[in-house]
């Protein structure tokens, strides 16, 4: 799994706690995602399809991410923008 570089990681943490808003954590989840699935079918990969499975249920069925998803789905953290 990639790792947050350190830089992005300081620039949402303030005095010990870090807060990301669930838009970013869902973006992020995604990309991450995409990123597994492209590196599934590159030609070249020889990544068993339970393992790519695998990976994929670790990174979008955190309780993080299944939560952030449910507050976005609900209306949390949604505005109106005239």
């Known amino acids: 799994m990639e790792q947050i570089p350190a830089s992005r990681l300081e620039s949402v943490c303030v005095l010990r706690s870090c807060v990301v808003q669930d838009r970013d954590l869902v973006l992020d989840a995604i990309e991450d995602a995409q990123r597994i699935l492209a590196e599934h ?31 976005l789905r609900d209306g949390y953290g949604l505005r109106v923008v005239k």
């Open 41 to 71: 079918i590159e030609p070249a990969s020889h990544r068993n399809p339970e393992t790519t499975i695998n990976m994929l249920l670790f990174l979008l069925d955190r309780r993080e991410v299944v939560s952030a998803v449910r507050r």
